[in-house]
């Protein structure tokens, strides 16, 4: 079995034992023999609670890197335009958000039941994985 991870490839010659590189986390399922793709990211409130976050990677995903470097610049670009346009409501930056990635699905050239499928299982599967994570805030008081 060969799997290609950014620019090496790793040949597993034991395909049942765990496999951990730097970038993203590859693990083999037992008894499917597939290969699922993890991607750590530890995401930052404007108040300093955290989150770490073990998303679920597309089994199609190219470039786990590259998810989380465009993660890091869309969160980053949303923190940037809110503390200059003023304050927000959080439902109304979950709506944009939304229809941008709603856009955004529509753009690719496909059946559009079938990016509706695809668009919906991606959501689905990042909201579980955050909804999973646990908030760590950072100690209150003087210290």
Not at 51 to 62: A, R, S
Request: hydrophobic content about 35%.
């Amino acid at each position: 079995m060969r799997i290609r991870v950014r620019h090496c490839t790793v040949v597993l010659r034991y395909p049942r034992q765990r496999l951990h590189l730097s970038g993203s986390r590859l693990k083999i399922c037992k008894r499917e023999r597939r290969v699922t793709k993890k991607l750590p990211y530890q995401a930052r409130t404007a108040t300093g609670d955290t989150f770490d976050i073990n998303f679920d990677l597309h089994d199609e995903t190219e470039d786990p890197v590259r998810v989380h470097q465009l993660l890091s610049a869309v969160l980053n670009n949303i923190d940037k335009e809110l503390s200059v346009l003023g304050t927000s409501s959080n439902g109304d930056v979950l709506q944009a958000l939304a229809m941008a990635y709603a856009i955004r699905t529509r753009m690719i050239n496909g059946a559009p039941q079938q990016l509706k499928t695809i668009a919906l299982e991606l959501a689905a599967t990042s909201l579980d994985a955050c909804m999973r994570a646990s908030r760590q805030s950072p100690p209150a008081g003087h210290g």
